[in-house]
Structure formats: C-alpha cells, structure tokens
C-alpha cells in the first residue's frame, strides 16, 4: 500500500500535534518546578532578613534595652535612643511591607504571611508600636498602611507577645 503525499502529511500533522502537546505538559512541569522553586526562595530570604534583624536586636544588649523601653514606654527614652527606636522599628517595618507585597502577589507562602502578621497583633497596642506608626506609616505604600491600619483598629491583640513586651518593660 503506498502513501499519498497527502496522507504523509496528514501523519506528519499528528505527529507534530502530539509532540506539541507533550512539550507543552513538559513546559507545564518546568515552570511549576520553578514557581515552587521561587516560592521557597522567597519565604526563605523573607525569614532569614526578619531573622537577621531579631538577631541583631537579640544579640546587642543595649538595642535590645532600647527596643524593649521604646516599644512599652517610648518617653523613656533619650533623644539619641528615640532616634535608633525609630530606625530599629523602620528597618522591621522595611522587611514587613516587602513580606506583605510579597504575599500580595502571591510569591510569600501565605502560613509565612500569617506568621509575621501574628508578630505584628503582639504590639499594636504598645505605645512605641503606635507613636512609631503614627510618624512614620505614611512612609509606606498606601495599600500597606491600609493593611497595618486595619491591623491596630480591628486586629485581635496576639497576647503572649503582648504579655512578653508587658513583662519586659516592667523589668
């Protein structure tokens, strides 16, 4: 039985067809690898940069003093530790807004997201979280602001952080 020209070519278009299809499963499995690949990425440099900072403050006895007197009782301090207050909680606030963009998009896992979120219900009542934010969150982008905004005036108060900044100031 010979073949038509026509019939090869009618064979050569399934052919094509097919291997269209498997390449197409194949791009499929490629950027599903390389979207989880981006995503483990992105939660892992967002943990290590809030690590860094937490251990910075963590490791370095007189930030820490200032971080604890200014999130509980800010006119305590000095002028010069108001200062670094403020430049601790902006860097923080820094590595939130870049973790929530992220989560936006969704690129940030969102238990991460939630994590950090719960980090921030532990200190929207202090009264250095509050006079930090009410200086400076018009520094963010708005769709951030909104979120933190939200955060203070309908969060629910994460209470054993809260009880640790409550006990710490009272040291």
């Known amino acids: ?23 197409l499963i194949y791009v499929g ?18 943990s290590t940069a809030i690590s860094v900072w937490y251990s910075d403050i963590g490791t370095n006895p007189q930030a820490s003093e200032v971080f604890l007197r200014g999130i509980g009782n800010p006119e305590s301090l000095t002028a010069a530790e108001t200062v670094q207050f403020i430049f601790l909680m902006h860097g923080l606030f820094f590595q939130y807004q870049g973790a929530y963009y992220l989560g936006e998009e969704g690129t940030l896992d969102t238990e ?24 400076r969150g018009s520094l963010f982008q708005p769709s951030f602001k909104a979120f933190v905004d939200h955060l203070i005036a309908h969060g629910d108060t994460n209470m054993e952080i809260e009880r640790f900044y409550r006990q710490a100031d009272s040291d």
């Open 1 to 23: 039985m010979k073949l038509k020209l026509s019939d090869c070519a009618s064979i050569a278009e399934v052919v094509g067809a097919i291997a269209i299809v498997i390449s």
């Open 29 to 46: 499995i490629q950027v599903s690898d390389s979207t989880r690949a981006v995503r483990s990425a992105t939660a892992n440099a967002t």
């Open 112 to 135: 991460l997201q939630r994590s950090l979120v719960y980090t921030l219900l532990g200190v929207r009542e202090q009264p250095g979280f509050l006079m930090y934010w009410e200086q």
